[in-house]
């Protein structure tokens, strides 16, 4: 028993509930994708007047392209406000895309009626950031789990009947570390902790192969954080499951990722493999992320790369690449006007893998990087001077 | 360790766990100011129910000789211009007041609620529709609404009722559907849709449940209003059709012309129907604090 009250292991993988033994290659090769994503688009409509008439569009999401593979953790991160639990909604239809495709198993998602989601939806879960939130506080932990049994329930899975749905309900308690008696009682009951693990049992009961895990331990204490995580990375390999795990905490991010996406105003800025993107980011954007990343040893001396002001409003995103406004390597290079006039595409450098939508990404080096905060700490020490 | 604190931790799993509805009944039995408005209440729905095995007197036939008499032994509360017994009139009063105040907003939660979820679930044009009826309802002051409509229908109780309803479904409506609407962006609506549950699920088990508190709280406190409506009512000479009928509005404005006389007679049915209006109004704020999930520590 841990402070939680929760078993601090995973169960034994006996009593596992349809686990599928998946090998996972070591080096996160590039396997059979399970999600195709293009140009992706979500618009929200600023409604405003008598007549709720549309006066401006909020662009969230505004064209992304990505793939996930089986059995990967695909990470987006960006800051708050940054498009990424839309884009993730999205891909779950709980918000409708506004254009795009989203193919799922080969299946074209984005084109189905709502009604036929249905099959889909016991394929495709959610995490959600807010344990508190995320379950309704009417219900007991049997009713909360045993929902989507019954919305999914058919004649080869007899989830219909009562005494298979609590049994599974158990078992899927189990897998995530709460007792089987737990089903009884409400969530009120439990701690912050225990909630996130009731909600990623809800997500689990379907036997689900993709998770969209939107912040999932965001909104825990630091000590509980680890073991959430664990439990995660714990479930992925015993349930060969798939991650599109949405966050803004960058060691979180390192620690339980495959391939991370960076996400900046609805679009992605860089795309790469976890150890890629951590030891040589090419974004501007990026390494001022990265920059701002706590080190833990106090002798490394880090050049933080501060960003001034804030992120502009996604309703009237900048021309031509969204960060200029924002962007360190572009007054290194004297404010060239292509930054302004021509939007950056998504490009593959070396290796393959990692993309990067920058004009001057091969400007980046270790030189620009420290000349930018060499005169970053000038400036502000003349501020503070003056 | 581990192994002292498990039958501990059994035990208090075998207790029975206890709803939201549950915790609620217990906060609100350890709240002071809504247990004096539900004694208050309990104390005029007695004096409803056992009316006439209290009161000491017939509330309709006085004897003229005995009128304008000052609160004695013999007629506590005194007797009005027709030698009435006050005290009984009081006690058959709260038939009228609570009868009325009760069956009107049950009236007016039927109809604000068949219409503010109606709005809420369906949204849209619908929505639209519903909501600026209702907004036109409420641009209209309530007492004003309320003497419309019994002028329109004409006097008696259920008349005053629907007119006390008019005024009150409104607000439940656009309670309901402002509930309804901040409960489907809620995040285990999302799950529940993600989980693939039916629309008819969500709204019944996700979305209502959780938007009726605040409707509990609305309707108890409007029962205040509404009698305090229903006296409005009777005083501004709307009471029930016959005009014998003891009804607390009513009483006070056949005390206003003996105010120098008979000063009580303006007192007692006065403090009737403030008691009455406080004892809902505690309750309902009890009921509020209670309610609210977020007040658990």
């Known amino acids: ?386 | 360790m581990a192994t002292v604190a498990a039958p501990r931790a059994r035990r208090a799993e075998a207790r029975a766990s206890r709803g939201l509805w549950r915790d609620a009944f217990n906060r609100l039995m350890r709240n002071g100011p809504a247990l004096v408005g539900l004694f208050f209440i309990t104390v005029f729905f007695a004096a409803a129910i056992f009316a006439p095995f209290i009161a000491p007197y017939d509330p309709i036939a006085g004897s003229l000789a005995d009128r304008l008499q000052l609160p004695s032994a013999a007629h506590i509360m005194g007797t009005d211009l027709q030698g009435r017994d006050e005290f009984s009139r009081i006690l058959y009063g709260a038939r009228v007041s609570l009868f009325v105040a009760v069956g009107s907003v049950i009236m007016a939660l039927i109809m604000g609620g068949i219409a503010g979820a109606t709005a809420g679930a369906v949204g849209g044009k619908v929505d639209n529709v519903v909501m600026r009826i209702v907004d036109v309802m409420l641009a209209i002051p309530g007492i004003l609404l309320a003497i419309g409509i019994v002028a329109w229908l004409g006097q008696g109780l259920p008349q005053i009722m629907i007119a006390v309803a008019a005024t009150n479904a409104p607000i439940f409506a656009r309670i309901l559907r402002g509930s309804l609407l901040a409960n489907r962006e809620v995040d285990y609506v999302s799950a529940a849709r993600s989980l693939g549950a039916s629309r008819s699920r969500m709204l019944f088990r996700h979305m209502l449940p959780n938007s009726l508190t605040a409707l509990i709280v609305a309707a108890t406190l409007a029962l205040a209003t509404a009698i305090i409506d229903v006296a409005g009512l009777g005083f501004l000479g709307l009471g029930p059709a016959d005009p014998r009928t003891p009804e607390w509005g009513t009483m006070l404005t056949d005390a206003t012309r003996f105010i120098r006389q008979a000063p009580y007679l303006i007192f007692f049915p006065g403090l009737a129907i403030v008691v009455a209006a406080i004892g809902f109004n505690l309750l309902g704020d009890g009921l509020r604090e209670s309610l609210d999930p977020r007040m658990k520590r």
């Open chain 1, 1 to 386: 028993m841990t402070d939680d009250g929760t078993q601090t292991a995973a169960p034994a993988a006996g009593t596992a509930i349809g686990a599928v033994p998946v090998g996972l290659a070591p080096n996160g090769q590039v396997r059979e994708p399970l999600l195709e994503v293009s140009g992706l688009k979500k618009h929200f409509p600023i409604l405003g007047g008598i007549l709720r008439h549309r006066v401006g569009t909020v662009f969230a999401v505004d064209g992304v392209d990505l793939t996930i593979a089986r059995g990967e953790t695909f990470s987006l991160v960006g800051e708050s406000g940054c498009g990424k639990t839309t884009l993730g909604r999205s891909l779950l239809r709980l918000t409708p895309p506004t254009a795009g495709r989203i193919v799922f198993e080969g299946v074209d998602v984005s084109a189905m009626k709502t009604a036929d989601l249905k099959p889909l939806r016991q394929k495709m879960q959610i995490i959600f950031q807010d344990p508190f939130g995320s379950l309704n506080p009417r219900m007991p932990v049997s009713d909360l789990i045993g929902e989507g049994l019954i919305a999914q329930a058919n004649k080869e899975n007899g989830w219909k009947d009562r005494k298979v749905r609590d049994q599974r309900v158990g078992d899927t308690l189990e897998a995530v570390g709460l007792r089987r008696e737990y089903t009884r009682r409400y969530p009120h009951e439990f701690s912050g902790g225990q909630r996130q693990r009731i909600g990623i049992a809800r997500a689990l009961a379907l036997n689900p192969d993709f998770i969209v895990c939107d912040e999932p331990v965001s909104a825990l204490d630091v000590s509980i954080r680890s073991q959430i995580l664990n439990l995660l990375v714990d479930l992925r390999h015993e349930f060969g499951l798939t991650y599109l795990f949405i966050s803004h905490d960058l060691s979180v991010v390192e620690y339980i990722s495959d391939r991370v996406a960076v996400m900046y105003l609805g679009k992605l800025v860089e795309e790469a493999k976890v150890e890629d993107l951590y030891s040589a980011p090419k974004h501007p954007y990026t390494i001022a992320l990265l920059s701002a990343v706590p080190q833990p040893d106090p002798r490394v001396k880090s050049q933080r790369l501060v960003l001034k002001g804030d992120v502009p409003s996604p309703a009237a995103p900048p021309s031509g690449c969204r960060f200029h406004t924002r962007c360190w390597l572009r007054e290194q290079l004297g404010n060239p006007a292509r930054c302004v006039a021509e939007e950056p595409q998504l490009r593959a450098l070396e290796p393959a893998s990692h993309r990067v939508a920058c004009h001057f990404a091969d400007e980046v080096s270790a030189r620009t990087v420290t000349s930018a905060a060499e005169e970053q700490a000038r400036t502000g020490a003349a501020i503070a001077a003056g």
